[in-house]
């Protein structure tokens, strides 16, 4: 799909990007309303590209948490368990080498669980890794 666009003035400095009604409502269009996207310059072209939410990811992995506590406290209790993505990505007995594993596993990403099962899940900093945090909420 191909459609003409132009950019205008905002009173408040800066430009809106108009995208006509066809090209926006074609169904291979990738952004709705109100989307958050970043937008860069790359050998002279425009990059529009949408905001990886951590938020999504977050809910996802919080989902995922309150899915498995209660069979995980019976089966796993004691055990270190990450959880990325919305999936369980590391479970075992050592922090240290749970986190190893979970680093290969996720490449790092950004939002991440990491729980000891059987205790009191509360929201807390808990580790820093490469500058990302691990971090834990009280329900």
């Known amino acids: 799909m191909k459609s003409k666009s132009k950019f205008v003035p905002h009173k408040g400095g800066g430009l809106y990007l108009y995208i006509s009604k066809k090209l926006s409502n074609d169904s291979a269009f990738p952004f709705k309303p109100n989307d958050e996207v970043n937008i ?3 050998k002279g072209r425009l990059i ?38 919305g999936q369980i990505v590391a479970i075992g007995d050592n922090i240290k080498e749970v986190l190893e594993k979970a680093n290969k596993v996720t490449n790092y990403k950004q ?4 729980w000891k099962v ?8 808990i580790r820093k890794i490469r500058g990302r945090s691990l971090r834990r909420k009280e329900t």
Request: net charge positive.
């Open 48 to 85: 529009i590209e949408p905001v990886k939410s951590s938020n999504k990811e977050d809910e996802k992995n919080w989902k995922k948490l309150m899915e498995v506590r209660k069979d995980f406290e019976q089966k796993h209790h004691g055990k270190w368990v990450v959880i990325a993505n």
């Open 40 to 42: 860069r310059i790359v």
């Open 118 to 125: 059987g205790e009191t899940i509360e929201e807390q900093a």
């Open 111 to 114: 939002h991440r669980i990491l």
